[in-house]
Nanobody, 119 residues
Framework: QVHLVESGGGLVQPGGSLGLSCTAS????????MGWDRQRPGTRRELVDR?????TYGASTESRFTISFDRAKNTVYLQMNNLRPEDAAVYFC???????????????WGLGPQVAVYS
């Protein structure tokens, strides 16, 4: 089994900052990438950013957000600055993980901490 445990999130005023973290644990042979998606109310889930072990995937949708990946801790972080009401969403942690040496990897998702932005 593999588990993604997220922390962070909560309520912040516009212009404020929040940090999210997500740690993968369990039967892990190798992590190819970790990242974050979000789902805003009434919309489809969208990619926020990815961090591959070979480097950062330049798919960040927000220059105000910074992703980082601590390979030693199997943990991905998302620092969100200057938050706006439209950033309110459920933020899902994602990981592409190999559980053995076969080279086959599987996507895993966290439960998603809620981020609310309003005065």
């Amino acid at each position: 089994q593999v588990h993604l445990v997220e922390s962070g999130g909560g309520l912040v005023q516009p212009g404020g900052s929040l940090g999210l973290s997500c740690t993968a644990s369990g039967s892990i042979f190798s992590i190819n990438a970790m990242g974050w998606d979000r789902q805003r109310p009434g919309t489809r889930r969208e990619l926020v950013d990815r961090q591959f072990t070979a480097g950062t995937y330049g798919a960040s949708t927000e220059s105000r957000f910074t992703i980082s990946f601590d390979r030693a801790k199997n943990t991905v972080y998302l620092q969100m600055n200057n938050l706006r009401p439209e950033d309110a969403a459920v933020y899902f942690c994602w990981a592409d993980i190999e559980r053995n040496s076969s080279g086959y990897s599987v996507d895993y998702w966290g439960l998603g901490p809620q981020v609310a932005v309003y005065s």
